[in-house]
């Protein structure tokens, strides 16, 4: 009975994990067997190779700052449409349709809303005599400019969060308040610990995508340094501006794909993924210190 | 729970696991059978046909398609369009039904022709005696790599200098510049500014990576070289400096975050709201490509090109630029490797194919006699084009089995450089050289 979810894991996680172990070991560029060269690929990675280390420092800011503030949001925004009395469904409308826009079309609307000489942004700050920034053209702003679209496109987190708030038990509450329990008090006794599960999952989840963050980026870079194209494979615009936007997972595509290096490709989703793993389990174990079993 | 039954499945599930990792160390189907002493009289069946174009571009290939099948009834082209190096790289490699393939860039060429991911096509050269001289000198470089030929070209790129007639006439100039200094100053006055100090309009965009702005344009200026006669990298004994000190010096006259404000603020290259396209830009370099957009996007814009200017003491290399271009090869494993040399020797070699195919796509003929047929539809804005590429200092950049990647080093170092106070321009080459040659080491181990 369980030999397909066995045959699924097998074909689909632990054939690949296992292929891209070995191929991390090898000079493999798909056309040709591939050749063992052993930790080769690992001391390049690790010694040599000019940008993974920018790249992995863009993703970890990703990892830092835009989960958490996405998170926040997220959770503030369920938080005040739990209180919304009139016209409740179409204000639960308006903060998730976000979630539906297609993600390109999303950055590329953005960037395009943002954009220093044409943009809406830049006009409306300029009638208040404030000169906008560069934003995506900014290697300082352009990450934040993406965290900015991220919260415009919480709804999907939202929605859950939403539902948990719904579903925290009206009499704890009345309890607590019977208790004399305040607001603050309320939120970090009472709602905090029904929403652990929820928050569990958003942080962990958040921190794969974050760790995975691909395409948004790659479509800022290249809408903002107006070299869009289709078709043309890994664009050159990658990482723009100044390589700000450049993230682990578009460096895995540009030595794969651009450079036909499938084998350090390999060694560079090896270690992605045992980073990617230690942090989940860090974080699982975190959140589970706080689960109200454990705390009691 | 019967565990036995469970144990089964997971032997069975382990050993088709198994059989999967093996499988997939496979990379396609094995090399092509050996060529025929003669080429086949009559030719039958399916070939299918690759390529990365779309929309209108793709049109132009059926129309060149249906003449090849008109000539040959018994063939029938399967072509599927739009298909990028990326997708045609994991087709070919899992033995994919790919017997020709159109690239839209001569980068891959070094990793194709290295790994045989095109086969090797010197065998139907040889005994079909096609003349490889019917091809200019560079574009026999830059379709094949180390010895082994495994493409032919289908039409090329050309960059040159486009001029905004209106502009030019208003600036009093009456000629092209030819060096890069003359560029500078014909630039300069056709520069107008903001009464806030920003750019209105400028004359030329001297920002590293805007648009068509890349080393592998700049470089030929000055006869600039990316790889020495070892395939290590050069270009930090080369004359980069030379071209790189002179745009340096040309954004810090206009300012840097000035360039960065106006730039970021103009529409994408391949749309209608090109800088050039809406006089934003009097000036760019560009792809002779940009004439079809012009003349479908911007019909009533006057404007002239000419070779891109030259660096001090490099006079001589006025009229030459850079070439590059799409090529053909056949896929490793086809199954149709006779119909694929017929339908790829008919697009890359027929006159009358490859001047069709030029006409529509507005891109250069790679074959001498198409370059100088009179069915060629020649602009004088696109004979520039034409000129440059039958230039014999026209030069391109060597391939590699890294793609385009190798160069990226420079590329990067020259971006951030240009917004910084100019030193260390000898220690950024030296890093990127270096870059360039652990990229190289590392993708020809072991």
């Known amino acids: ?225 107006g070299k869009a194209t289709i078709g043309a494979g890994a664009s050159a615009a990658i990482g723009y501006p100044d390589d700000s936007l450049l993230t682990y997972a578009q460096w895995i595509y540009v030595r794969g794909f651009g450079n036909f290096q499938f084998g350090y490709a390999s060694a560079l989703a090896m270690v992605l993924f045992v980073v990617a793993s230690v942090l989940v389990v860090f974080m699982m174990r975190r959140v589970g210190a706080y689960t109200p079993s454990e705390a009691s | 729970m019967n565990f036995r039954r469970v144990r089964s499945s997971l032997l069975l599930t382990v050993s088709a696991g198994a059989a999967l990792a093996l499988a997939g160390c496979s990379t396609g189907s094995a090399d092509s059978a050996p060529v025929a002493s003669a080429a086949p009289t009559d030719l039958s069946g399916t070939v299918s046909l690759w390529h990365f174009f779309s929309d209108r571009e793709a049109g132009v290939i059926q129309t060149a398609v249906d003449e090849f099948e008109k000539a040959n009834p018994d063939v029938t082209v399967d072509i599927h369009s739009g298909q990028d190096d990326a997708k045609l790289q994991q087709v070919i490699s899992s033995g994919g039904d790919v017997d020709v393939a159109v690239s839209f860039s001569s980068d891959i060429v070094g990793n194709f022709c290295s790994t045989g991911a095109f086969v090797d096509l010197e065998p139907y050269i040889t005994r079909d005696k096609v003349d490889l001289e019917q091809f200019p000198e560079v574009v026999r470089t830059y379709t094949e790599y180390d010895g082994t030929r495994c493409t032919l070209p289908l039409l090329a790129d050309v960059p040159a200098l486009y001029m905004n007639s209106a502009a030019l006439a208003a600036a009093g100039i009456t000629a092209p510049p030819t060096t890069l200094d003359q560029l500078e100053a014909d630039a300069l006055k056709m520069t107008e500014y903001n009464p806030d100090g920003s750019i209105k309009t400028l004359g030329f965009n001297p920002l590293m990576g805007f648009y068509e702005n890349t080393p592998m344009n700049f470089g030929p200026t000055v006869e600039a070289q990316w790889l020495d006669a070892d395939g290590q990298a050069a270009v930090a004994d080369s004359t980069w400096p030379e071209v790189m000190k002179w745009q340096k010096a040309f954004v810090d006259t206009i300012g840097y975050d000035k360039l960065q404000t106006f730039t970021a603020g103009l529409g994408q290259e391949f749309s209608d709201s090109n800088a050039f396209q809406t006089g934003q830009v009097a000036m760019q370099i560009d792809g002779e490509w940009r004439t079809a957009f012009l003349a479908d996007q911007a019909p009533d814009l006057q404007y002239t090109t000419a070779a891109f200017p030259v660096g001090m003491g490099h006079d001589d290399l006025y009229g030459s630029g850079t070439i590059s271009g799409n090529v053909v090869g056949i896929g490793k494993g086809s199954k149709n490797p006779e119909l694929a040399w017929a339908l790829m020797k008919y697009l890359t070699t027929d006159t009358d194919s490859v001047v069709g195919l030029a006409n529509g796509l507005k891109n250069v003929p790679t074959t001498l006699p198409a370059l100088t047929s009179p069915d060629l539809v020649v602009s004088p804005q696109f004979q520039t084009f034409i000129d440059i590429a039958k230039d014999p200092k026209t030069t391109t950049r060597p391939s590699s ?16 450089w240009q917004g910084t106070d100019g030193s260390g321009l000898q220690d950024g080459l030296d890093a990127a050289a270096q870059q360039m040659n652990d990229s190289l080491a590392l993708v020809a181990a072991p």
């Open chain 2, 401 to 416: 089995p890294l793609g385009s990647g190798y160069g990226q080093p420079l590329t990067d170092f020259w971006t951030k």
């Open chain 1, 1 to 225: 009975m369980i030999t397909p979810a066995v045959i699924g894991l097998l074909v689909f996680f632990v054939y690949p994990l296992l292929a891209s172990l070995w191929y991390s070991f090898t000079s493999y560029n798909l056309m040709s067997p591939p050749q063992w060269i052993g930790l080769r690929n690992y001391t390049y990675l690790f010694t040599q190779d000019p940008k993974v280390g920018k790249a992995a420092l863009n993703t970890l800011w990703f990892v830092v700052f835009m989960v958490p503030i996405r998170i926040v949001s997220a959770l503030a925004v369920a938080g005040l449409l739990v209180r919304v009395r009139r016209a409740r469904g179409s204000w639960r409308s308006v903060f998730y349709l976000p979630a539906l826009v297609p993600p390109v079309a999303s950055v590329v609307a953005f960037v395009f809303l943002f954009n220093p000489g044409t943009g809406p942004v830049n006009r409306v700050l300029h009638l208040f005599g404030v000169d906008g920034p560069l934003w995506f053209n900014d290697p300082a702003l352009a990450k934040p400019s993406l965290v900015l679209l991220s919260v415009w496109v919480m709804g999907d987190i939202m929605i859950i969060f939403l539902a948990s708030l719904l579903d925290v038990p009206r009499e704890l509450y009345e309890a607590s308040s019977l208790d004399g329990a305040n607001g603050a008090q309320q939120v970090v006794h009472v709602t905090l610990p029904h929403l652990v599960p929820v928050l569990l999952f958003a942080g962990v989840t958040g921190v794969i995508a974050a760790l995975q963050y691909f395409t948004e980026a790659a479509v800022a870079s290249g809408v903002a340094s």
